[in-house]
């Protein structure tokens, strides 16, 4: 960062934990309203896919759940720099809270989506410990129908 502006490199394979990460999709998610979430998703079988998620503008709660073996491993993190980054691997469903206005998420996925091979958990499933900042949160039809773990 300097007088001009600032530099991010967004991702490097090189690096030690993402030198196997293959990138077969980005998205760019904008979400206008604080205390939206998105998910608990994941794909199965063939389709499961690790993801790489960073903030670009706003902030989140990240939240992931193991879904390939019991018991449930869950938890969240923070993410609100862009210069963070948090690899999730293929096995658990992710999902994420606006905690800011304009927020704007990049995510990578090592997997091409496929809707056939798509399957979610209910954001507040009482199995999972995710201690989300929102006990109200703006949620789609889809979102609000995943069933419990």
Do not use: C, M
């Not at 759940?65 to 969240?76: C, F, K, T, W």
Request: no cysteine; aromatic share 12%; proline share 4%.
């Amino acid at each position: 960062q300097d007088d001009r502006g600032s530099f991010l490199k967004v991702f490097n394979q090189e690096s030690d934990l993402l030198n196997k990460f293959v990138v077969q999709q980005t998205n760019l998610v904008t979400t206008k309203e604080n205390y939206t979430l998105r998910g608990l998703h994941y794909q199965q079988n063939d389709f499961a896919e690790a993801k790489f998620f960073r903030v670009i503008s706003g902030s989140i709660q990240l939240a992931f759940a193991r879904v390939n073996r019991i018991p449930l491993l869950s938890d969240s993190v923070i993410l609100s720099e862009p210069d963070v980054g948090v690899l999730v691997p293929r096995g658990f469903a992710t999902g994420y809270l606006t905690l800011a206005e304009n927020t704007s998420v990049l995510y990578l996925s090592d997997n091409v989506y496929r809707a056939d091979y798509e399957a979610g958990i209910r954001w507040n499933d009482p199995s999972l410990s995710i201690n989300w900042q929102s006990q109200s949160p703006i949620l789609s039809e889809k979102d609000q129908k995943w069933p419990n773990f």
